[in-house]
């Protein structure tokens, strides 16, 4: 992980950061060989120079290149978490993250999460719940699936765990989000429909 051609970087959340760390490394003259969540491969090694001009890039646009160990932890596992929720690695939902994450990583799961509380300033257990909620808001508004598979798919023990989860950090009800589903299905029937 401490090639020289690759940064890790912090605060990339979505899409969008990648668009505009993607933009702004090419702008100050760099190939970028690949891009995700957290981290950036380029098509030569970067000199200390380079590092330190990307670093100012970085902070400028609200982002933090990653130096330290534990960093590299919490990049690692947000990827892990990132991976899998968006399905580039095969995953089993009934499978833990505490054994997914400590197999991938090669590391103890307590220290992992301890790392990543630290670091994170909430506890890893509060992160992979929120992105489970993600997912769950994704497949409720864009998919055909129920509740039912909904759970299953993004590791829910039942319906009323899913629920529960949801209601607490969103304020909101699952049916909320599906009635989103059928609101923009009916937009697009109107839209069709009028050309």
Do not use: W
């Not at 765990?161 to 909101?172: A, D, N, P, V, W």
């Amino acid at each position: 992980m401490d090639k020289a051609n690759q940064l890790l970087i912090r605060g990339m959340v979505c899409d969008r950061c990648i668009s505009v760390i993607k933009q702004g490394l090419e702008d100050l003259g760099h190939v970028v060989q690949r891009i995700s969540l957290g981290r950036v491969v380029f098509d030569k090694n970067l000199s200390k120079q380079d590092k330190n001009k990307i670093s100012k890039f970085l902070a400028d646009a609200g982002f933090e290149l990653i130096t330290d160990r534990q960093h590299k932890i919490v990049s690692q596992v947000k990827k892990v978490i990132d991976d899998v929720f968006n399905q580039n690695i095969q995953y089993d939902a009934q499978v833990r993250f505490s054994g997914l994450l400590a197999d991938t990583l090669h590391m103890n799961y307590d220290a992992i999460s301890q790392a990543f509380s630290e670091t994170e300033g909430l506890s890893l257990e509060r992160y992979i719940i929120t992105k489970r909620l993600e997912k769950v808001k994704e497949l409720l508004v864009y998919t055909e699936f129920t509740l039912t598979e909904i759970a299953y798919i993004t590791g829910f023990n039942s319906i009323h765990h899913l629920s529960r989860q949801f209601k607490e950090l969103t304020g909101l009800t699952p049916s909320h989000f599906k009635s989103l589903r059928n609101e923009k299905k009916n937009l697009i029937k109107k839209i069709v429909a009028e050309l």
